[in-house]
């Protein structure tokens, strides 16, 4: 099944990225939604990757470089006809290996504490990524968790 960086012009990419943006907003307090549009994912310090099958963007996952140490993961979603094959599970190891290569120490993300989030935050728990005070330009809200993982060098 081959990675491959985004086309932000492709019809499935697109769909991929508004309709998580929907769910997202439709789970989340709207002072506490930062999902990503389309317009976002073109900025140079943020790549968009996305998990093809037979012609069908399965997932999508994204990488903002902070700093030349520091990382966040900007988005995640599965396609809904896909979830539970372990493609969010790929997608993250992607994304942290990805990380490394680029020489980040740490990568950051922030979540939804409500349950839609639930299988998100969990997973993330499984690639070591604890609870932080917010980072960045966040403000810390009751409705998102702010997370990090330190890399291993290797």
């Known amino acids: 099944m081959p990675m491959i960086k985004a086309n932000l012009d492709d019809q499935q990419i697109i769909w991929l990225v508004e309709t998580h943006k929907k769910r997202a907003m439709h789970e989340s307090d709207p002072c506490a939604d930062h999902a990503l549009d389309m317009q976002s ?6 790549t968009l990757w996305a998990f093809w099958d037979q012609g069908i963007a399965l997932a999508i996952g994204a990488l903002q470089q902070i700093d030349t140490h520091k ?21 993250l190891q992607h994304l942290m290996n990805e990380a490394k290569r680029l020489g980040m120490q740490q990568v950051f993300l922030e979540t939804g504490r409500w349950e839609y989030f639930t299988a998100a935050r969990k997973l993330y728990a499984r690639f ?21 993982c330190t890399l291993e060098r290797t």
């Open 128 to 148: 070591g990524f604890t609870e932080c005070p917010a980072f960045g330009d966040y403000q810390e809200h009751p409705d998102s968790i702010f997370m990090h």
């Open 71 to 91: 990382g966040e993961v900007k988005t995640m979603f599965v396609h809904p006809d896909h979830q539970g094959r372990g493609l969010g599970k790929q997608m």
């Open 41 to 46: 994912f073109a900025a140079d310090h943020i």
